[in-house]
């Protein structure tokens, strides 16, 4: 008897197919610049003194250029987004970026990086919100000298799409990690969440003062219900980890907020909202496999990594989870198709990133 297509590929299929226009137009910006975690990273992290690194198979099994740091058997966000916003060519890390590419923008992020700077040092060097946005002060300075002038410079920059996310390894790298960071001893949930927006908010004014106009923050996804939060903390017969989840959830009320007073104070800027933990958690029931990682996990760091050189699960589509951390490229795709283009009007605030493209 003939096997039935899985309902997940029949989705992504009829997804893909419905955006194909919009991936194979011109580019929409004249160039994208990325700041983020792991979640982001294509290969900042590479040639760093940390166990959090993913340039070894089965990582990148299926990606064309195969282990190239991405924490994901394939294409990750960063990527997706790219496609999407019309590029034909993935954004260059920021370890990777020469020449004239750094015009159609350039990948900052970095695996275990956080808004606070000690965030994720428990596994070694990362490149931390701050020292990412260092970096983008030396690309502007070259694409200064490329376009002429900084007048030049600016009115390119100002066109370009911006997306952060920022937040996770503060959560999982440092919060609750009371074995490694103070944090949890000096505030409650609360506020550490008020704490982070705080420092969050001055970063990114001084990415709007970098020239940045057009800014999409990924808000945090239910870090609670990844394999490796369950299996560290248990869930005490819930289905994920709710304290985490609860914390999670304060940072992004208020980050709502963030980008209200971020639109308010800059006219002449638009930041956007997007709704990554309702997204996340609204289409983890078109997976078959939501409580396992598809590649096999190891070691004791909170990270939990896939193990070098294991052969993964063969039904890739079919996992929400890639390791014990980070969502597998079928789930990327749903994500950062939601965030471009809004399924539902709680999926991105005030617009979505394909509008915001547009502005």
Known sequence: MEKRPKLQYVIILLFILNLSPL???????????????????NGNNN????LARANFPPYGIDFPAGQTGRFSNGRNIADITAE????????????SAIGQDILKGVNYASGSAGIRDETGLHLGFGISLNNQLINHQNIISRIERILGDKESASKYLRKCIYTVGMGTNDYIGNYFLPQFYPTS??????????????QYSQQL?????YGARKVALFGLTPLGCTPANIAIFGTNGSPCVD???????????????????????????????????????????????????????GGNNAFSIC????????????????????SSEAVNVLLAGRSYSAKFPSDTYPIDIGRLARL
């Not at 004014?205 to 003062?209: E, P, R």
Request: overall charge negative; aromatic content about 16%; proline content about 5%.
């Open 23 to 41: 991936i194979i137009g011109v580019e929409q910006v004249p160039c994208y610049f990325i700041f983020g975690a792991s979640l982001y990273d």
């Open 84 to 95: 999407l916003l019309g590029f034909e060519k993935s954004i260059p890390s920021f370890a």
């Open 185 to 198: 001893r000096l505030f409650t949930p609360e506020q550490y969440a008020i704490v982070l927006i705080q």
């Open 243 to 297: 304290f985490i989840n609860t914390a999670v959830q304060l940072f992004n009320t208020r980050l709502i907020s963030l980008v209200d007073q971020l639109n308010n104070n800059f006219q002449d800027a638009k930041f956007i909202y997007v709704n990554s933990y309702d997204i996340m958690s609204s289409i983890s029931s078109g997976f078959r496999v939501t409580n396992m990682p598809c590649c096999a996990v």
């Open 307 to 326: 193990i070098p050189f294991l052969v993964p699960c063969a039904n890739r589509g079919e996992h929400l989870w890639w390791d014990a951390t980070h």
């Open 47 to 50: 040639f760093l003194f940390t």
């Open 205 to 209: 004014k001084a990415l709007y003062n």
